[in-house]
């Protein structure tokens, strides 16, 4: 039972007991001072003359009644503003002056209960012990700590207490925890607020409690010092006090934001204990994805999270909703904590690719998009019909990586009568279906490039357009655009030509299985050992117009069933400098020299490439092996490429004067803008970009194509670190090692994984020595590989 007392008079309250509003009691006996009154101001009339009077209509003179009384009026309300103006000023000093007497000063002495500031977020109870130097004080807290504390940061002094028991702090807590009511702050509120008066924490406590002792004055103290609805501080004077009962309208206010923080608070609660369940349940029972985007509190709240975990949240409300979930987790502010809890719900996979959502990549088509570019199926007519030369006579072989699904290019070689090379590159004609500015198109241009992921492939058209309708076909017949050269004897181009064609792929080829018939030699694949012989001449010409060859090992993995916890990787090493991987790259190198030729010639605008070779010698790094560590090394003094749209550019690390990307016109945009420049010189129009619209857009697409190739560096440096976490710990790895960092710290590269990291090497190994390595440590998430040597 809680005991209150207004004006001594306690009122006992219960749960049987009328409510407190019944209760209208005075609360304090208020004699108002007397007011000195100023002598009574007199009315001033001005005297009217009859030489003051006005002239009317016509000359004669008048003066209306109704101008003195108008006169009269105004000097009475410039009277009454005068009065109010002076009780205004004397009400507010008088309210000053009370709040002066209730703020007298309390000097600090031992022995008393103090409550101070400790940090920003508490305050403790302590027992001054003695003074420390002029102005600070030694405490001993309800922790039983020791401190020094400064006078500020003494926020109230328990009145009525002398030498107070150090033991007994903790009991005198409780016990005021035990009597605390805020509910009696409205009845207090209500009656101070009627009476215009303000309050201290020992008033409220004569008026609730019905005594000042130290427990209720304390009690008292806490309510008004906590509340942020009734009461706001008048005055304040050291660790002394004054509140004051805030108006109706604020506390309706306040109370209404209560009322929602608290809602709010408790769908806080609702969402955690969703999140708490959903981390207990195993991992194939947990909620669907979508389940979590049904409610649309719920679905606020997961991407809120969501944006935290790639740090792209929208705006400071999202970071707030995010940051008071993990809090509500017992988890720290950060993105790896938001990450970590979406998988253990089950949102993300455990695998889940990061990239892909920071960088908003497109993953799906519209409905509006797909069938447009099934309707191109059907619907598009061939242009180039008339013109298209029938090259269905030749063997085509069309090489790639056994998973491509999108084949847009393939070859032909055959010796002519006085010895020399010619061959063939065809390249798939996408241009036969799509025109420049369709709804494809537009869509293909946003898009940049095609995405190629360990775990999927995002195409640039959609799948069926690209893989049904544009690639090349094994034993079908294909519309194309033809590029013909005939070689010198050295490598250089002797003769060219470009032409709509139409072919019949021969063979689909991986460039493993090309490798072997190379190998195996067999006199029926002729055109495929010509091609090899023309690819060793372009790459000894090539070589001589100093170009540097940086072929390296690199790794392809392919990831099945991403979505699992431990989906299969297979792993695949290729070594650019095998037979078949040189004859396809040589080929499309040809290639692009040669449109870079045309173009020149036939002055067409075209995204020319080129790159400028550095300012170092490349036989300055002869004494390397050849191979990855020479390539290493040319990476490191590789100057960035360049790009022009009116004339070729020398591109110096190919080793020849002018180079266009043109084979993967259904994988990259800007190949696909070099088909429509080129295709519309053939049939006899203007190329439909002038140089500056090229330049314009390839400022777009590039962008696009750094983001695909960093998302595929990211993915394929994490599945490669995940297939490693997975290997034995006494699993021993080839190490090449390409260069020294710093002492013996060496840059590596491991020849059965294909990925470059760091490690200590002892004493006697040299650039170019292989050295066995374990994994110490593999984190995918983190990317941390740590590497030993095995000595």
């Not at 005991?3 to 219960?14: E, G, T, W």
């Not at 209404?256 to 349940?281: D, H, P």
């Not at 996979?349 to 309707?375: C, G, M, Q, W």
Request: proline share 5%.
């Amino acid at each position: 039972m809680a005991v209150r007392a207004v004006n001594s008079c306690p009122i006992f309250r219960s749960a049987s007991a009328p409510p407190l509003s019944t209760y209208r009691c005075r609360l304090y006996h208020f004699n108002p001072s007397k007011i000195r009154r100023k002598p009574k101001s007199g009315f001033r009339f001005q005297v009217f003359r009859p030489e003051k009077l006005l002239v009317g209509h016509g000359g004669v003179r008048s003066c209306s009644a109704h101008s003195l009384v108008e006169s009269v009026m105004e000097e009475l309300e410039a009277m009454r503003k005068r009065k109010r103006l002076y009780a205004s000023r004397k009400v507010g000093l008088m309210r000053s002056e009370l709040v002066e007497d209730k703020l007298e000063k309390r000097v600090l002495q031992k022995g008393l209960l103090v409550e101070f500031q400790k940090d920003s977020e508490r305050a403790l109870l302590a027992v001054a012990q003695k003074p420390d130097g002029k102005k600070n004080w030694i405490v001993f807290d309800q922790n039983g700590v020791t401190s020094s504390i400064k006078p500020q940061q003494i926020t109230y002094i328990v009145p009525g207490v002398e030498n107070f028991n150090c033991t007994e702090i903790l009991n005198f807590i409780q016990k005021a925890q035990d009597n605390l009511d805020p509910t009696m702050l409205e009845f207090a509120w209500t009656e101070l607020l009627e009476k215009h008066k303000s309050v201290t924490a020992e008033e409220l406590a004569e008026m609730i409690f019905g005594s000042t002792k130290p427990l209720e004055s304390y009690c008292a103290h806490l309510l008004l010092s906590k509340d942020e609805i009734y009461f706001s501080v008048l005055g304040s004077k050291g660790p002394r006090s004054v509140y004051e009962p805030r108006p109706t309208v604020q506390v309706d206010e306040l109370l209404c934001r209560k009322r929602a923080k608290e809602a709010a608070e408790e769908e806080l609660l609702e969402f955690v204990q969703l999140l708490v369940s959903a981390k207990a349940m195993p991992p194939h029972s947990k909620p669907l994805k979508r389940s979590w985007t049904v409610e649309e509190k719920v679905r606020l709240r997961i991407e809120s999270l969501e944006a935290y975990a790639i740090d792209a949240c929208k705006n400071d409300d999202q970071k707030k909703t995010a940051g008071m979930i993990l809090k509500a987790m017992g988890e720290p502010k950060m993105s790896s904590s938001a990450i970590n809890l979406l998988i253990d719900t089950g949102y993300f996979p455990v695998h889940v690719n990061l990239d892909l959502l920071k960088f908003n990549v497109r993953t799906e088509y519209s409905d509006e998009i797909v069938s447009a570019a099934e309707s191109l199926m059907s619907d598009s007519p061939d242009l180039d019909e008339i013109d298209r030369k029938d090259l269905t006579h030749l063997k085509v072989y069309a090489i790639d990586v056994d998973e491509a699904d999108e084949l847009d290019d393939a070859l032909s070689a055959t010796r002519l009568s006085d010895g020399r090379i010619k061959v063939w590159i065809h390249v798939a004609d996408a241009t036969s279906l799509v025109q420049p500015g369709s709804i494809v198109d537009r869509e293909a241009m946003r898009r940049g490039t095609s995405i190629f992921l360990p775990t999927a492939t995002f195409p640039m058209f959609p799948e069926k357009l690209a893989m049904e309708g544009m690639s090349l076909k094994q034993g079908k017949l294909c519309n194309a655009v033809t590029v013909s050269v005939v070689l010198h004897p050295d490598g250089g181009i002797a003769e060219y030509a470009i032409d709509n064609s139409v072919i019949r792929p021969t063979y689909m080829l991986t460039y493993e299985s090309a490798s072997e018939l190379l190998n195996l030699n067999l006199e029926e694949e002729a055109e495929l050992k010509i091609l090899s012989e023309a690819a060793a001449l372009r790459l000894q010409w090539r070589r001589q117009q100093g170009a540097i060859d940086t072929a390296t090992i690199e790794t392809r993995i392919k990831v099945a069933n991403a979505e699992d916890p431990e989906p299969s990787i297979n792993l695949y090493i290729e070594n650019q400098a095998d037979h078949a991987m040189r004859l396809v790259s040589e080929m499309m190198i040809l290639c692009g020299e040669a449109m870079a030729t045309f173009g020149s010639c036939n002055n067409i605008p075209l995204p020319y490439r080129g790159q400028p070779q550095s300012d170092i010698d490349a036989s300055a790094f002869s004494h390397l092996p050849e191979g990855p560590v020479r390539s290493s090394a040319y990476v490191k003094i590789m100057r960035a490429a360049e790009m022009d749209f009116r004339k070729p550019i020398r591109h110096g690390i190919l080793g020849i004067p002018g180079y266009v990307q043109f084979t993967s016109p259904i994988r990259r945009y800007m190949d696909l803008l070099a088909h429509y420049q080129v295709k519309a010189f053939l049939r006899g129009e203007s190329p439909p970009f002038s140089a500056g619209q090229l330049e314009g857009m390839a400022s777009l697409i590039n962008m696009h194509a750094r983001v695909a190739k960093r998302l595929y560096s990211s993915s394929l440096r994490y599945w490669l670190l995940e297939f490693l976490r997975r290997q034995p710990r006494e699993k021993k790895f080839r190490a090449l090692i390409l260069r020294f960092i710093k002492d013996r710290i060496a840059a590596l590269l491991l020849m059965e994984v294909g990925i470059q990291s760091s490690a200590w090497v002892s004493l006697g190994t040299q650039v170019g020595h292989e050295i066995e390595v374990q994994v110490v440590e593999a984190h995918p998430r983190d990317d941390v590989l740590s590497l030993k040597e095995v000595v």
